[in-house]
């Protein structure tokens, strides 16, 4: 059973900071991709990282690259976003997300919102 449990969000002023954490069990991370999505109101879900299993290389969008960063820790099994320069436009859910053949897993989502 898969099962990804993301913490680390909260309250942020614009320009600031924050890790997020993804606790994956029932993988292994240097076998399957890991993601981080994220989505605010009334708006579609969208990717904002990504980090392949075999080799760990990582790609992100335009809209975050030079200010996110995936990495992950084979030996704890969990999956971070360092998120720095933070704008009013990151505010949003972000959900830890895995796929597994035909079968998609999602964390419960962590709330970040980027506000003075």
């Known amino acids: 059973q898969v099962q990804l449990v993301e913490s680390g969000g909260g309250l942020v002023q614009p320009g600031g900071s924050l890790r997020l954490s993804c606790a994956a069990s029932g993988i292994t991370l240097r076998s399957y991709a890991m993601s981080w999505y994220r989505q605010a109101p009334g708006k579609e879900r969208e990717l904002v990282a990504t980090i392949t299993g075999a080799g760990g290389s990582t790609t992100y969008p335009d809209s975050v690259k030079g200010r996110f960063t995936i990495s992950r820790d084979i030996v704890k099994n969990t999956v971070s976003l360092q998120m720095n320069s933070l704008k009013p436009e990151d505010t949003a859910i972000y959900y830890c997300?895995?796929?597994?053949?035909?079968?998609?897993?999602w964390g419960q989502g962590t709330q970040v919102t980027v506000s003075s």
């Open positions: 997300y895995t796929r597994l053949g035909y079968r998609n897993y």
